[in-house]
């Protein structure tokens, strides 16, 4: 499981700073997806071969003049109940401010790892102001500069440490067992479309508390499935959230997503596919987990001829370039479809774990590049010569060519349609690697 690290502080203490200068190291390398950018507050890194993600709490309050404190609050209650770090950003210009020491009597009564970051220390100058912090009786402060990175080595280090070894502890049974988690925008429906599943035949072997207290893990077999359900949903009620306040429910999705196989977004049919549900969405596909969309509460559409199909047409527009996703009309109130919403999951999560042989990968697809060679660059032509599937979890290719740094995004996505043309990827993302032969 990886570790979450949550970045909390006052607004324009240089929290996206540091996030971003958290983030990049690894995401400009490994996440050169198009599209990537649209979730800007949640990223994955990795330090000392520990993998963890960010999340930043600071983009998230609306309207930047009238900042309200209890909205700050609410933010830093919930990164406390969400992750497993805390990063505490204070700002060395601006002393210790009443809203710091708020922020820091919250945290003082937390028994999670904190780490107070002491940000725009950017000269020796300014070391000497940084120990009013200490005031703060969060104990030892990190000083940093975001702006240029100085002092985050120290602090990555000091976080590393505190992160738990990667490890299998799941148990084999465990991992033979597909996991779908439930997600999506509060009052989608999650729960009546668990209740509906599970409801129809009590066939639960167990319900154990998922690793966090969030997610519900219910073991079941129906249909001739076996799989486990995690469920996101409504385990805590949100007191008094603000609905459109995407941070929540978003935050609330990461774990499960991280730590699911197949991830089952339920979409209110009524109110169409909004920016959360694409936050959600993009989060799935960042973390390479299947997807199957799920249009709920469809009974209560008027429907005309192209209702259905204009629908889809919406949703996959909007979640372009990744648009090979099943979408399944569903409704949990009249158990309308369920039973093929799962076998979709199922099959989803079939092709993830696909793999096919490196010969015939090369007989079709270097035929393929043959008769539609990549577009020649600044007077340079890409030979490609050979590819193959990695041996990884999610399906991923490299093509083997001998100037990899010219092959274009648009000849990438070529290459993936046909990927997915010929061994049908539906629901599952694809990353292609070119490499120097």
Known sequence: MNSIVAIVGRPNVGKSTLFNRLVQRREAIVDSVSGVTRDRHYGKSDWNGKEFSVIDTGGYIIGSDDIFEEEIRKQVKLAIEEADLIVFVVNVEDGITPMDAEVAKVLRKVKKPIFTVVNKVDNAMREPDAVEFYNLGLGEYFTIASINGSGTGDLLDALA???????DTNLEEEEELPRFA?????????SSFINA???QDRNIVTNIAGTTRDSIDTKYNRFGFDFNLVDTAGIRKKS?????LEFYSVMRAVRSIEYSDVIVLVVDATRGFEGQDQSIFWLAEKNRKGVVILINKWDLIDKETNTLRDFEAMVRKQIEPFTDVPIVFISALTKQRLFKAMETAVEVFEKRKKK?????LNDVMLEIIKNYPPPATKGKYVKIKYCMQLPTKTPQFAFFCNLPQYVRDSYKRFLENKLRELYDFSGVPITIYFRQK
């Open 161 to 167: 440490e505190k992160m738990p070894a990667i490890e």
């Open 182 to 190: 439930v997600v999506g925008r509060p009052n989608a429906g999650k």
């Open 197 to 199: 599943l599970i409801g």
């Open 240 to 244: 008094k959230v603000k609905e459109d």
């Open 356 to 360: 096919i042989p490196t010969s015939k």
